[in-house]
């Protein structure tokens, strides 16, 4: 009895059955799912007690005003806090001249009709200032799992114009791999860059007539990219 050797595939193919191999690509434009902003509120004074007491109630205001958004507020996370003192900056010893603190609050909104508003409610709070807003898509968007597929058919429809331009059909597909799990990494989408909104000399509370920006979303770019090897028919040389 004899063991019949199996041998491996050639990687490049052969001469009866070529291999082309493709990158498929997809860049879509697709409108943000949410907008971030950045709100730090600040507090300074001559006692630490009097300053953390302020920031407390600043911190408060901000959030009880974002809360009164309901659903359109996605997510409301507070930060860092910090509270620190300020030395003299002259004569002996280690005098303090005042207390400074700040807290920063995260807020992300999916109602893109009430970010004008509430930027310009919390830019007109005291001692805040307003960052923001950075757009994006969620992790799990649809536009993610959109441009992969047309990824996959722009990888086909490449391999199979190459094929045809050699007389040659598509036979089958033998590798299709997302660069991402080689080591690779796509282009990152881009972002809208950062303003920044209120001042020190900001008004003491939220006002229901301050000014309402106009704030435009900022479309997303969505990037996918695979390889694909396939096999095909002899070419007609």
């Known amino acids: 009895m004899t063991d019949e050797v199996q041998h491996p595939a050639a990687p490049y193919g052969t001469p009866g059955t070529p291999r ?83 807290v920063r609050i995260t807020v992300v909104l999916n109602d893109f009709t009430a970010l004008g508003e509430l930027t310009s409610r919390l830019a007109d709070l005291e001692l805040t200032r307003v960052d923001g807003p950075w757009w994006a898509l969620r992790p799990g968007s649809p536009a993610h799992r959109d441009a992969r597929r047309q990824a996959v058919r722009d990888a086909v429809t490449r391999a199979r114009e190459y094929a045809e331009a050699l007389g040659a059909e598509l036979s089958a597909l033998v590798e299709l791999s997302d660069p991402g799990a080689e080591g690779a990494r796509p282009p990152a989408p881009g972002f809208a860059g950062s303003r920044m909104f209120g001042s020190p000399g900001a008004a003491p509370g939220a006002s229901d007539d301050a000014p309402v920006i106009d704030l435009e979303p900022q479309r997303q770019t969505v990037y996918a990219q695979v390889n694909a090897r396939f096999t095909m028919s002899p070419p007609a040389l």
């Open 20 to 102: 082309v191999a493709v990158r498929g690509e997809a860049t879509l434009q697709v409108e943000p799912e949410t907008a971030t902003l950045a709100v730090t509120a600040s507090a300074r004074g001559k006692d630490r007690r009097a300053a953390l007491q302020d920031l407390t109630r600043r911190n408060t205001a901000i959030l009880e005003l974002a809360r009164g958004y309901g659903g359109a507020v996605e997510k409301l996370e507070s930060g860092a806090l910090s509270v620190s003192p300020e030395l003299a900056q002259h004569g002996r010893g280690e005098k303090v001249r005042a207390y400074f603190g700040h």
